[in-house]
């Protein structure tokens, strides 16, 4: 054969294996998923009994605490370790739109009741601290104190809600010393204006030398 035809031949061939190429599909080029979009978040005020920590658990929510201004009645600069399971506190932050996590921007404690023990009745769980009814169970968290071993005039700080009847419900009970300043939460009843005194359920206050924090004794 003519070397010119065998080139010819060649470059056929060569065309062929090439041109058949074109006939497989081409590659599909798969894209990586969008990023989720950030979480929104709702604005809140709410006021619940802390479960638990590592941050801050309350009405079965999460908040995270780095950066909140912890504050109680006895400390406006104080921090997370000054909490404790049982207390009830409001809290301002945000909830995440997955309604189980959020961000604590301030938290503040303030104890309902913090007096003497005026008596207690282990039989029907009850006791009365500055002439206030408490109702305690086996979810009231008890801290540094033994119900059975309690002596009337123990001081006890206590934390918890009110039931429609004014009675207190205890989430937390605490026995403190060297107590300078007793507190009280209560319904006013039996107001009089004249004598200037009210209750608080069995507890008689005269406020004619109180000092009022921003409101009047109109």
Do not use: W
């Not at 894209?31 to 941050?55: D, K, L, N």
């Not at 309604?99 to 008596?119: C, D, F, N, W």
């Not at 039931?163 to 605490?174: P, T």
Request: with cysteine.
């Amino acid at each position: 054969m003519h070397k010119s035809h065998i080139l010819f031949a060649f470059s056929m061939l060569f065309l062929t294996a090439c041109g058949g190429s074109s006939d497989e599909p081409a590659p599909i080029i798969v894209e990586p998923p969008a990023p989720p979009p950030p979480p929104s978040a709702i604005v809140i005020s709410t006021s619940g009994v802390i479960t638990g920590f590592g941050s801050v658990f309350v009405n079965g929510i999460e908040y995270e605490t780095d950066g909140a201004d912890v504050s109680t009645d006895d400390n406006d600069a104080a921090s997370e370790s000054d909490l404790h399971v049982g207390m009830v506190i409001t809290l301002s932050g945000e909830v995440n739109d997955d309604g189980s996590t959020g961000r604590a921007e301030k938290i503040h404690y303030q104890e309902q009741v913090k007096g003497p023990l005026e008596s207690i009745d282990l039989v029907t769980s009850t006791m009365v601290v500055l002439g206030q009814s408490i109702i305690f169970d086996e979810l009231t968290n008890l801290d540094n104190l033994v119900l059975e071993e309690l002596n009337l005039g123990d001081f006890l700080e206590i934390s918890g809600f009110f039931d429609e009847d004014g009675n207190l419900y205890a989430s937390r009970i605490e026995k403190e010393d060297n107590v300078e300043t007793l507190k009280v939460q209560g319904i006013i009843s039996l107001l009089d204006t004249d004598a200037q005194t009210f209750q608080l359920t069995d507890l008689i206050i005269n406020y004619s030398t109180a000092v009022f924090d921003d409101f009047t004794a109109d």
